[in-house]
């Protein structure tokens, strides 16, 4: 924070400084299912995006990032149009979602920047929720975390064009250190079930693969629509009442019509259907381990959604995995899979912490090797469990 608050004043000079501390989130099981109205698991992690920032009374929104060129300058009632690849596309769409029902009168300058890579960790996310805290903030605006999650996938959805469910933004700002969040992405509850005090000791591994593009350049928008156009067939066979292609969720459709009539989806969306449909059972088994304190159990759940995202969600790239491989054959690791996406970024998995420097080892002799283009780029990280996102009214330098 220091490094920060320092960057702040060489940039912007001497202010009265807030902070947000907005965490890195993982999804142990429930993989590609938020968008179809599932029920998904989320964690934080203690690996933040760190942002200090102050008020503005001139209304323009100013931030410099530590990871990227160029400052983010617009005012808050002459927001530009999203521009594809720039890191401030969160930012205007925080901005944009916030005005659509509060008053925003006064914008903010800040500084951000977050240690680990960006791609899989739901680093958007993150960023989104640090600039709706502060507009929040600045504002005088009392808005609940519950709440701050849906304007948050607003950003994503409405201007940044992602077809995602509220997974990413429920794990960010609901989640508690020492807890398994669960989340009904239809019904919008969500519980904290705290770690059993019989469960063994774990870590979270996670590792980056040096793979970085943004999600809309990949098949993830096309993924959800398959979703559908498989629940569509299937209200079709099942002669239930048909919905707009758009309004389709799997989560609607019972499992029971699943079972009757899978067989007659075709192809790909078979394969889809096949995903979200053991998907959720293992989310159900999962959260049964958790609360009964088998991580070993929930680990081997966690392996299963990894390769359900393989075979049949489709998804992932060469380099994750190998990462998905490596840690699956590997002593110590209870359980992996990808993390966000799929189509970039990184693994995670829960670790024995007796054995990290061994599993560290290993991957960085058989990766580097199998995929030299990325010898220099991917990373490997251990993480513990963390708070969700928090405001600090007031920042000291010391």
Known sequence: MHEL???????YGDDTLSAVLSPLRICPLGAHVDHQGGIVTGLALDENVEMVFSASDDGYVRIQ??????EEYFHIDRVPEMLPGSWGNYARGAVLALSKDQ???????????????IGGLSSSAAVTTAYLLALCHVNQLNVKKEDLVYYSHDVETSYIGLKNGILDQSANLLSRKGHLLTVDCKMGNHQLMDRPNDMPEFEVIVVYSGVSKSLISTDYNNRVDECRVGGWLLQELGTLNQTNLAEVKLRDIPDQIYHTYRDQVPGRFQKRLDHYYSEQERVIEGIKAWSAGDIHRFGQLMFASGQSSIDQYECGCPELVTI???????????GARFSGAGYRGCCIGFINPKYKQQIKHAIETIYPTQHPKFKDQYKVYFCEIGDGARLIEQVEEG
């Open 324 to 334: 998905y491989q490596i840690l699956k054959e590997l002593n110590g690791v209870y």
């Open 5 to 11: 608050i320092q960057l702040y004043k060489d940039v």
């Open 103 to 117: 008053k925003l009168t006064t914008g903010f300058r800040a500084v951000i920047s977050g240690r680990l890579p």
């Open 65 to 70: 990032s530590a990871d990227f060129p160029d």
